[in-house]
């Protein structure tokens, strides 16, 4: 324990040196280790004004599960005299710096950043949001080692009620990316309406649970592989897309399987698993023989407990006995296969 101790005073005061004894990809990016303390949920998340802390957490936790929070809300730990977080906010993991916002005017993220990670042989992306101010010399394209200090915690938002500084946190993600050709389709999509950020709009990035990877890293030590936990999401859908040729397929080739069919016969779609997110976790090769409607987007089945558990991103609907694609699971299979 005591190793453990020096170790993260290392890791907080030098940044790099001390993190590469650590065989662990991810790090929490803050100071606060109360994920890790039995009970310590309370003195870890940031809940929604009057609400539990638990709709600080990752998922479908906000209005009574139908509004989903795509990251972690990481309570502040230190603050100056005048109240306002002073918490160093660090690099989740080695990586490159993606993407800055420093105008809080333009995002309900207020000021934040991106960081590229490559971990498993997976393109991660890590999102640090609401942020007070970002270190002053880092640029897009900077390499940032895990633990280094990228940015001070704060509660810049440009939403109406904005965040009290009593609820100062970092809103954390940990995310893959969509599309490389999102400004495209977003001008496609929604023509007329402001696209601030580029490919770097929220909506490109799907989320996973930062909790559940931070918690599986602590538990499983060396054995922890990022691809495992992506491979093992619980499957909400699965469909049949007819386009044989998008950036997913490539960036995420780890978690397109084989089909020895498909690959003689040639490829004609794709099946594909989606989780209650719409990350596209599992995707199968089919041949034209293997698939039966015309439709671009077929849904084949409905995972509907899952459904009924993580209801809140609306992507399948019922209509009698009957499920659905609703226009927002046609929407993330659009972006997905652009
Ligand atoms: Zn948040």
Redesign the pocket.
Known sequence: MKTGRLLLALTVASGCAATRLVAQPFQLPTANRALFEKGGEERFFVGTVGKPWTS?CFGCVRSDGWQM?????IRCLQRDKRGEPTDPVMATADGTVAYINAKPSLSNFGIYIILRHSVDGLEIYSTY??LREIRSDLRVGQAVKAGETIAIMGHTANTHEGISKERA?V??ELNLFINDRFPAWYKKMFPGQRNDHGAWNGQNLVGFDPRQVLLEEHSLGAKFNLLQVIRSQTELCRVVVRTTNFPWLKRYAALVRSNPKAEKEGVAGYEIALNFNALAFELVPRAASEIKGKAKFQLLSVNEAEQQRNPCRRLVTKRGARWELTSRGLNALELLTY
């Open positions: 600080g929070h795509e990251g972690l809300d949001a609401h946190h809103h954390f």
